[in-house]
């Protein structure tokens, strides 16, 4: 890398990293290597390319403001030698790469004065069956699971994700921007770290692997006072709904990434209703429970989340249930009393213990 690209001091590293580079590549001396280095910093972290964008939108849209008397005394304060050369053409890019650099700068300081970055949004979903991974423009990461939607707004100030539904694992890239996530039960906000946050119907479930987090309950004009702010640590779950006063709070057996990213569903003396429900989150096929009878077995075991077959078979081998699938998209599971298995339906408070 060229000495010139250490010239610029003070402010945000990458943004100073950006515009030496923007300055480097219309010097008059830009080599093949200089192309090659700077190719590969845009590759290295989508913060690098976003940084390198913007500035190239603000110096292309500069026109219009160009007579600003803000832009003028910047620009004289890094040129002082161009003043009363009119006789001599102006170039339309600086030769030196260290004066060109400073200039970026300067136009990129007095542009933010002048006309303040309006968010950005996206909106990004998965289909049923689908998980999808995320690299935002800060360098964070999300995954979604099946059928989930979110929005995302990042601004000068703030990064502002509302998760509609669904369920998603964040790795939030550390950056003075805070990020608050939204959703209709309450929502959190962090600077860095792991969470995974899961969109149910009637509440919001908050499990938190690395780092720290403040939990927003849902503030819905109810109450003549806000709700207390509470933190969370790495280790901890939370469930926020607007049907509870207050989080509750819970300790993560094992803090880890959970198993939904590498495909699997994991189960621990859940219900069978439970387990149900989860799996057709899954496929549009769905599993259907005919007999009310079953709803409160016990099932414990680690599965595919696309081998639903595979689930139902290592059922029927631990209960006298029988599975019919003889309505298409369907399959029903109904009490046989005929068949003998290792535990009966009445028995709720036994185990089930199904794996695949």
């Known amino acids: 890398m060229k000495p010139e690209l250490e010239l610029i001091e003070g402010g945000d590293p990458i943004r100073r990293r950006a515009a030496a580079w923007f300055a480097r590549l219309r010097a ?47 620009l004289d304060a890094v040129a002082p030698a161009d003043r009363g050369e009119r006789t001599r053409p102006r170039r339309r890019w600086p030769v030196a790469a260290g004066l060109a650099a400073t200039l970026a700068l300067a136009l990129l300081g007095a542009w933010q004065l002048l006309v303040p970055a309006a968010p950005t949004e996206r909106v990004y979903a998965t289909g049923v069956g689908e998980r999808r991974e995320l690299a935002l423009e800060d360098g964070t990461r999300i995954t979604l699971d099946t059928d989930s939607r979110l929005h995302v707004a990042f601004g000068p100030r ?54 720290e987090v403040v939990l927003l309950p849902l503030d819905d004009g109810r109450n003549d006072r806000p709700a207390p702010l509470l933190g969370l640590v790495a ?106 298995a290792s535990h009966t339906p009445g028995q709720t408070g036994r185990r089930a213990v199904a794996q695949h």
């Open 158 to 211: 703030a990064r502002t994700v509302v998760l509609d539904r669904g369920r998603a694992f964040f790795r939030v890239a550390r950056e003075r921007r805070p990020l608050t996530v939204h959703t209709a039960h309450g929502g959190l906000r962090v600077v860095g770290t792991e969470f995974e946050l899961n969109r149910r119907a009637d509440a919001l479930d908050v499990a938190l692997i690395e780092g």
């Open 28 to 74: 008059d001396d830009v080599s093949g290597a200089d192309l090659r280095a700077w190719q590969d910093w845009i590759d290295a972290d989508p913060r690098h390319r976003a940084a390198y964008e913007r500035l190239e939108r603000l110096w292309t849209g500069l026109g219009t403001h160009a007579p600003h008397p803000e832009i003028a005394r910047r």
């Open 235 to 340: 280790g901890q779950t939370a469930r926020l709904s607007r049907d509870l006063d207050t989080p509750q709070i819970g300790t993560l057996r094992k803090p880890t990434a959970p198993a939904w990213l590498s495909g699997r569903l994991v189960f621990e003396d859940a219900t069978l209703a439970e387990v149900v429900a989860e799996f057709n989150r899954y496929s549009h096929a769905r599993i259907v429970i005919d007999d009310a009878s079953l709803t409160e077995l016990r099932v414990t075991g680690v599965f595919r989340s696309d081998a639903p077959l595979a689930f139902v078979g290592a059922l029927c081998e631990a209960y006298p249930i029988v599975a019919d699938a003889s309505t298409p998209g369907r399959l029903r599971l109904r009490h046989d009393p005929d068949r003998h």
